[in-house]
């Protein structure tokens, strides 16, 4: 045991002395590609990245609703002080995918009733914003009701 506890002593002297490890953060990458390069590509080299679904909806032209929503986004961006967030850009399109050159804008989603803040995060590429705005409330159950079954009836009152 004391030999072990020498190598032990002389270890972590020798630890001290040493440069602590500077922390490595994973870069995002969707699908092997890296955020910057994905800014960079061209819109039709970046839709054969896409799952089908979204390839075939993104080939398609868009409404002009889906640019002026990005022609917003892009300005709010634009418009907003630096190391801070843009402005909230208000829509009721669900429906839109999520690309690269929309991330660190907020975007408020309709969900039948108000606006549901999202920032817009490099994960959330490929997905819609439908994805990040519910349209109901997932429910609680808890003890049943009046009228609920045939013995509630028979529920005293008091």
């Known amino acids: ?24 953060f994973r ?7 890296e955020l ?3 800014l960079d590509l061209p819109k039709t080299d970046l839709i054969t990245h896409f ?8 080939g398609r032209t868009h409404a002009r609703g889906y640019s002026t929503l990005i022609k917003k986004l892009n300005k709010a961006k634009k418009e907003a002080p630096m190391h801070e967030k843009p402005d909230v850009v208000k829509t009721h399109l ?3 995918v999520i690309r690269p050159d929309m991330i660190g804008s907020v975007v408020g989603v309709y969900n039948g009733k108000s606006f549901v803040s999202v920032e817009i995060k490099a994960e959330m590429i490929g997905t819609y914003l439908a994805e990040y705005s519910m349209t ?23």
Request: proline letters at 7%; charged letters at 30%; a positive charge.
């Open 36 to 38: 910057e390069a994905l």
């Open 51 to 58: 799952p089908a679904r979204i390839r075939r909806r993104l």
């Open 136 to 158: 109901y409330k997932p429910i609680k159950h808890g003890r049943p009701g009046i009228g609920a079954t045939a013995s509630s009836k028979f529920v005293p009152l008091k």
């Open 1 to 24: 045991f004391q030999g072990h506890l020498c190598d032990e002593s002389t270890g972590s002297e020798s630890m001290a002395d040493s440069v602590p490890k500077k922390r490595t």
């Open 27 to 33: 870069k995002f990458q969707y699908r092997g590609i």
């Open 94 to 96: 669900r429906n839109l």
